[in-house]
């Protein structure tokens, strides 16, 4: 099993729903998780932590986390047709020092 | 604002050549990482460095090397670039620490090898 995986997607959403990305990983990572933004040529950017059980929002977007099923998700709420990108779900190594990042889910909202 | 400047945006070399890339960063961060990104593979790490004059090979060394002479540059470097070296490049930078606050990546360079 690879540290983190995601669902390569594509994922459609109509403007306006829910969108739900994704993420598991291994025990070979400790408990800090990151989601970034990639969009089409660009680098990714950060969009939200999460360290601790539970749910965390910022707002149109709202990380969650699972330790006991060892997953990571972003929701975004209301999605726009700027949301669409590709998502990078990331988790830091044991050592502190490096992320482990997923193949990204590609994310389209459909106006 | 914080940054990662990447010297270049857009390269195109030819097979042989020696190609330098160069990241700068301003944030005074210990650590800093060289990723490639190709379609389907995601972000793969080639070297990284926790200090100065310090490197560690990452999960694709082959075909690379890199320089830290100053904590604020890192400089990857194709010693003979060939055509599967076309990819987008990432610089990024991090701090060290009990919390980790993420990556600052840089724009990308996006090479392409002829």
């Known amino acids: 099993q690879k540290e983190v995986e995601q669902n390569s997607g594509p994922l459609s959403v109509p403007e306006g729903a829910i969108a739900s990305l994704n993420c598991t990983y291994s025990?070979?990572?400790?408990?800090?998780f990151f989601w970034y933004r990639q969009y089409s040529g660009k680098s990714p950017e950060l969009i939200m932590s999460?360290?601790?059980?539970g749910d965390k929002e910022d707002g149109r977007f709202t990380a969650q986390l699972n330790k006991a099923s060892q997953y990571v998700s972003l929701l975004i709420r209301d999605s726009q047709p700027s949301d669409s990108a590709t998502y990078l779900c990331?988790?830091?190594?044991?050592?502190?020092?490096?992320?482990?990042f997923g193949t990204g889910t590609s994310l389209t909202v459909i106006p | 604002d914080v940054k990662v400047t990447q010297s270049s945006r857009y390269l195109v070399k030819r097979t042989g050549e020696k190609v330098f890339l160069e990241c700068v960063q301003d944030?005074?961060?210990?650590?800093m990482f060289w990723y490639r990104q190709d379609p389907g593979l995601g972000l793969r790490l080639i070297y990284f460095?926790?200090?100065?004059?310090?490197?560690e090979k990452g999960d694709i060394p082959e075909g690379y090397s890199v320089s830290r002479e100053k904590k604020e540059r890192f400089s990857l470097i194709l010693e003979s670039a060939s055509t599967n070296q076309t990819s987008m490049y990432l610089c990024?930078?991090?701090?060290?620490?009990?919390?980790?606050?993420?990556?600052?990546f840089g724009s990308g360079t996006r090479l392409t090898v002829v």
């Open positions: 944030m005074d961060h210990e650590n």
């Open positions: 460095s926790y200090d100065v004059k310090m490197k």
């Open positions: 990331a988790a830091l190594t044991n050592t502190g020092n490096q992320f482990y």
């Open positions: 999460i360290y601790s059980n």
């Open positions: 025990d070979r990572v400790s408990q800090s």
């Open positions: 990024a930078s991090s701090s060290t620490g009990a919390t980790n606050y993420g990556y600052t």
